[in-house]
C-alpha cells in the first residue's frame, strides 16, 4: 500500500502565507485525504480533510488536485503556534481502517 | 469534557514485566486506536477497534494486547516488556474515519515508555 510523499521540512515567515505540499499518487476515488499536525510533546491534532473539492475551515485550507494524486495544506497566515509536523493521510472509503501516518513535514515558522 | 485521556504519562520498566497502558474517551467514539511514535518516525499502528467486543491488528501488533470491553476504554497490553518497546504511545478515537461518514481522530497526550 503505497503511502503519501512529503518533503521532510519546511520554513516559512510568521504572518506570511505557507503551502504544504503533498503527494499521494496511488489513491483510490473513495480515499479521503486528511491532514494532522503535532506539536511538541503533543499528540496529533486534526488539521482538515477533503474527498474532491477544495476545503476551508477556521485552521487552513485544503487544495486538491484535479486528478487527486496531490493536495496542499494552506495556512493562510503562519504564526509560531504553527510550528509543527504536518502529516498528510491517505484515508480510506471503503473498509481499511488502518490510518497510516508518514515522517510528516517539519515546518518552522521564522519570526 | 475530557476528550481522550491517557495514563500514565511516564512509565518505567525493566525488560520482562507486563504493565496496562490505559485509554479513555468520553465522545461515545465507536473507533478507538493504538499508535506508537519513536524518534524521527511518524506513527505507526499497532491495535484498533470498531466498536465493543471488536478489535484488529496494525502494523506492528507483535508484544502487544488489547481488548475493547467497553465502548470507553481501549487499554493496551504489554505481557513481557522489550527495550525495542520504548516509544511514545498515543491512543485515538473518532466516531468513524470511513468514508463519506469519516470524522477527525481526537489523540490523547500520550504515554512515554521506557523499558530497560
Known amino acids: 500500500d503505497a503511502k503519501t510523499t512529503q518533503p521532510n521540512s519546511m520554513e516559512s515567515n510568521e504572518e506570511e502565507p505557507v503551502h504544504l505540499p503533498c503527494n499521494h499518487s496511488?489513491?483510490?476515488?473513495?480515499?479521503?485525504i486528511h491532514w494532522y499536525r503535532q506539536l511538541p510533546s503533543q499528540g496529533p491534532e486534526y488539521v482538515i480533510h477533503g474527498l474532491t473539492s477544495n476545503v476551508n475551515n477556521r485552521m487552513a485550507s485544503l487544495a486538491i488536485a484535479e486528478d487527486r494524486k496531490s493536495s496542499t495544506l494552506i495556512l493562510h497566515r503562519a504564526t509560531l503556534r504553527d510550528a509543527a509536523v504536518y502529516y498528510c493521510i491517505k484515508g480510506s472509503g471503503g473498509s481499511n481502517y488502518k490510518l497510516t501516518f508518514g515522517k510528516g513535514t517539519l515546518l518552522t515558522v521564522n519570526p | 469534557n475530557a476528550g481522550v485521556t491517557q495514563t500514565p504519562k511516564f512509565q518505567v520498566l525493566k525488560t520482562g514485566q507486563s504493565m496496562t497502558l490505559q485509554c479513555a474517551q468520553d465522545m461515545n467514539h465507536e473507533y478507538m486506536s493504538w499508535y506508537r511514535q519513536d524518534p524521527g518516525m511518524g506513527l505507526r499502528l499497532i491495535h484498533y477497534?470498531?466498536?465493543?467486543?471488536?478489535?484488529d491488528q496494525g502494523e506492528v501488533p507483535n508484544g502487544y494486547n488489547v481488548s475493547r470491553s467497553t465502548t470507553e476504554d481501549f487499554p493496551l497490553r504489554l505481557l513481557s516488556a522489550a527495550p525495542s518497546q520504548t516509544s511514545v504511545y498515543f491512543c485515538a478515537s473518532s466516531y468513524s474515519i470511513i468514508g463519506t461518514a469519516s470524522k477527525p481522530l481526537h489523540f490523547g497526550n500520550g504515554t512515554r515508555l521506557t523499558v530497560t
Open positions: 477497534s470498531v466498536g465493543a467486543g471488536i478489535t
Open positions: 496511488t489513491i483510490s476515488g473513495t480515499d479521503y
